[in-house]
């Protein structure tokens, strides 16, 4: 093949796998609770190949602004000083303000007042893939021994036409 044509081919194949891990990713996502790890092995005439693992995230909980108006509002009212001329809540101020909330779990001063404009929110769970170190060479162990098949596993029909 020439250039042209590996192109040509590598971007079919890659649209092709970029929709099978979307496709998968969503399935191992529905596998897999918050915190599994599952390691992926493969069989090569009685020989365990471990490629490596999926892991799916536990969710972060932050402390974010989730409401910027009635933060600003308080902070105009109970703490005019750390309000620029532009009603803005100075960065540092507002980062202090997240600080507090995140070390005693609630969106409170150190004086005990009330900070509106602020919640705990949770992130995402999502599934990703840790290859081993040597991933490629056991990869393409699996291919030429026929365990993993990339038609099969890409949808790839033979005389499609």
């Known amino acids: 093949m020439d250039n042209i044509q590996k192109f040509m081919a ?7 796998v970029s929709a099978l891990q979307k496709s998968l990713k969503a399935e191992a996502e529905g596998e ?3 915190g599994d790890r599952k390691s992926v092995a493969f069989d090569l005439d009685g020989e365990k190949i471990v ?3 999926i892991t799916r995230t536990k969710p972060r909980e932050a402390w974010k602004v989730t409401d910027e ?10 703490h005019p000083d750390m309000v620029q001329m532009i009603p803005v809540p100075k960065e540092w101020f507002v980062k202090s303000l997240l600080a507090q909330a995140a070390a005693i ?13 602020i919640a ?9 893939a840790k290859p081993e170190k040597d991933a490629d060479a056991k ?22 036409a």
């Open 69 to 78: 108006a009635s933060l600003t509002k308080w902070i105009e009212e109970n």
């Open 120 to 128: 705990k929110v949770s992130g995402v769970s999502y599934a990703s």
């Open 139 to 160: 990869l393409a162990r699996l291919v030429a021994g026929g365990v993993i098949q990339t038609s099969e596993l890409l949808a790839i029909e033979g005389d499609a």
């Open 105 to 117: 779990d609630a969106p409170v001063t150190d004086a005990g007042e009330l900070v509106p404009g």
């Open 51 to 53: 490629l490596g693992a």
């Open 10 to 16: 590598a971007d079919m194949l890659s649209k092709k």
């Open 32 to 34: 897999l609770e918050p």
